[in-house]
């Protein structure tokens, strides 16, 4: 890339899992997404942080602090390295931490999908927790990205000459176990329905989603009610995570 030395950016800040990917690799409906997010999108720039396996053994608030303060210092790089890339002339623009999210199909999407772009980049595998399971961390990661303008050629078409590479063994074993530990009976056939996660039902209740997915279906108002996610999520608690402890790779 014609722009920022990457591997020094993320050295500064302390991560080694990163990967841009070009929009020809991104799967639909995934590419179109990106696209929409910034038209004229040629990568996505991604990114992982661990999350410590002691966090998650810690008290439900003072978990839930751990995992904000690693998950906004990841959206603060995403700033960071989107303004380096304005700087050198290559539009960017980060991922959203926390609000706007969208409904697709019924069910509650970011405006990328950070993890199916981890997985296509190579960073990792979704899980049938529906979480990404990374070879470094296993599912303790939180991951960001940047939507570029900078265009990276396909790899998907065999138009560069590579390597046969022995496939690694899968991350995900399917054993089923992140399913069996989930209290909520978040899981079904149609993958995870987030509004029966323990996370997200106290602050969910319900009677309330049908109002809820409603609201996530108005981008103009989720835009207005953003700026007060993040303190909305500091007096927040997780109280479940036993989808990612559940699982073998935790």
């Known amino acids: 890339m014609n722009g920022p030395d990457m591997d020094g950016f993320f050295h500064r800040?302390?991560?080694e899992v990163f990967a841009e990917v070009g929009i020809a690799d991104i799967p639909a409906p995934d590419r179109d997404y990106v696209s929409e997010f910034?038209?004229?999108?040629g990568s996505v720039i991604i990114f992982a942080r661990e999350i410590p396996a002691p966090v998650y053994r810690m008290p439900p608030k003072e978990k839930t602090g751990e995992m904000l303060k690693i998950a906004e210092a990841l959206d603060k790089t995403a700033v960071s390295l989107s303004g380096l890339l304005k700087e050198s002339g290559i539009p960017a623009r980060p991922v959203p931490l926390y609000l706007p999210v969208t409904i697709t199909d019924g069910r509650v999407r970011g405006l990328v999908r950070l993890k199916k772009i981890a997985a296509a980049g190579g960073l990792g595998e979704i899980g049938k927790?529906?979480?990404l399971l990374t070879p470094q961390y296993g599912p303790r990661v939180f991951i960001s990205g940047v939507v570029t303008g900078h265009a990276v050629p396909g790899t998907q078409n065999g138009d560069a000459e590579k390597e046969t590479v022995v496939p690694a063994p899968p991350l995900c074993t399917g054993c089923g176990?992140?399913?069996k530990h989930c209290p909520g009976n978040a899981f079904g056939p149609d993958g995870v329905d987030a509004f029966r996660c323990l996370t997200i039902r106290p602050w969910v209740p319900p009677v309330v989603v049908p109002?809820?997915?409603w609201l996530l279906g108005r981008p103009m108002l989720l835009r207005c009610v953003a700026p007060l996610a993040p303190y909305i999520a500091r007096v927040a608690t997780m109280p479940c995570s036993e989808c990612v402890t559940g699982c073998p790779r935790f």
């Open 211 to 213: 109002l809820a997915k």
């Open 177 to 179: 176990l992140c399913v």
């Open 13 to 15: 800040e302390g991560i």
């Open 129 to 131: 927790s529906s979480l």
């Open 38 to 41: 910034l038209p004229g999108a």
